[in-house]
């Protein structure tokens, strides 16, 4: 019967621990959130995973920061409604279509900057991404000197039941993931 009472504890101690990191992350990125105001740079990179991200990446360019966005997973089925929906042309994009983590997201867009010979960009996401993304790209920066700024995607106009949905389970998601990268597991797993 104690043994079983010690399992029984361990097991809610696990669970109030997961239930407070989760509570710990939403007041994060509800009252600190990363968002910072862009500036004029290279390119505008926008990750795949969210309605709304390349929606934001647009409105920069309209507004005279850049005159290029990089699609970072541009082979992405949201990417690609957005595309059409939004009348994006395509000469201003730079496609990267390998990644498949916000890590190789970093990783690749970083390569083709050098490609480019790009110094500054604007990274875009959603906002509940935005620190996982920041994090990510501390880590794959490296030593190159490349000037970033994180402006965060709060939604989109288009409406889409499918997609509205799909973003819903990543916020839930997230907080896990964003663990799993301060703990290095992108290494190893794409998160």
């Known amino acids: 019967m104690f043994k079983l009472f010690n399992i029984d504890l361990k097991y809610r101690f696990v669970c109030l621990f997961l239930f407070g990191i989760y509570i710990l992350f939403m007041i994060k990125i509800t009252y600190f959130p990363v968002d910072q105001k862009p500036v004029k740079s290279d390119v505008i990179i ?4 969210g309605l709304g991200r390349l929606e934001t990446a647009y409105d920069l360019y309209m507004a005279g920061y850049s005159n290029h966005i990089m699609l970072s997973n541009s082979n992405s089925d949201i990417f690609k409604y957005e595309l059409e929906k939004l009348k994006i042309p395509k000469n201003i ?3 990267e279509p390998k990644a498949t ?3 190789t997201n970093a990783t690749y867009t970083l390569k083709l ?7 500054s960009a604007i990274v875009v996401s959603s906002n509940y991404h935005m620190g996982r993304v ?4 501390e880590r794959a920066l490296g030593n190159k000197q490349v000037k970033l700024v ?13 997609y509205k949905k ?3 389970n990543l916020e839930i998601e997230e907080p896990l993931k964003y663990v799993g990268y301060l703990l290095g597991l992108y290494k190893w797993i794409d998160l």
């Open 93 to 95: 994009l730079i496609d």
């Open 134 to 137: 920041k994090l990510a790209y």
């Open 150 to 162: 994180y402006v965060a995607s709060y939604g989109s106009s288009l409406d889409s039941a499918d």
């Open 46 to 49: 926008v990750l795949s995973g």
């Open 166 to 168: 799909e973003n819903s």
């Open 101 to 103: 983590s916000t890590y």
């Open 113 to 119: 900057m050098e490609k480019y010979h790009y110094k």
